[in-house]
Nanobody
Framework: QVQLVESGGGLVQAGGSLRLSCAASGSIFSINVMGWYRQAPGKQRELVAA???????NYADSVKGRFTISRDNVKNTVYLQMNSLKPQDTAVYYC??????????????WGQGTQVTVSS
């Protein structure tokens, strides 16, 4: 199985920055894609950013130019650098990944979520 451990959330003023980290552990053969989703109160969970095994990235339109996703393949860790934060970025941020295990089966996993609050 795979475990995802997130860190880096918190409270920040509008215009500030935060960096989220998500470390994957377990019987991982390869990481196919890892990304970040967020869910604000009363809203559906939405994709924020994702990075593929080959390094390709995908961003929600609302965060393009402000957020940057990156990964460390040695540490099996993905990062989300969030700059120019806005109050509407306030949400619980969840790490997500799709993995190939050492058994060659595939599995998806979610982190426990980390709160990001941006004050105006």
């Amino acid at each position: 199985q795979v475990q995802l451990v997130e860190s880096g959330g918190g409270l920040v003023q509008a215009g500030g920055s935060l960096r989220l980290s998500c470390a994957a552990s377990g019987s991982i053969f390869s990481i196919n894609v890892m990304g970040w989703y967020r869910q604000a109160p009363g809203k559906q969970r939405e994709l924020v950013a994702a990075v593929t095994r080959g390094g390709g990235t995908n961003y929600a339109d609302s965060v393009k130019g402000r957020f940057t996703i990156s990964r460390d393949n040695v540490k099996n860790t993905v990062y989300l650098q969030m700059n120019s934060l806005k109050p509407q970025d306030t949400a619980v941020y969840y790490c997500n990944g799709e993995f190939t295990l050492t058994t060659r089966s595939s599995i998806g996993a979610w982190g426990q979520g980390t709160q990001v609050t941006v004050s105006s």
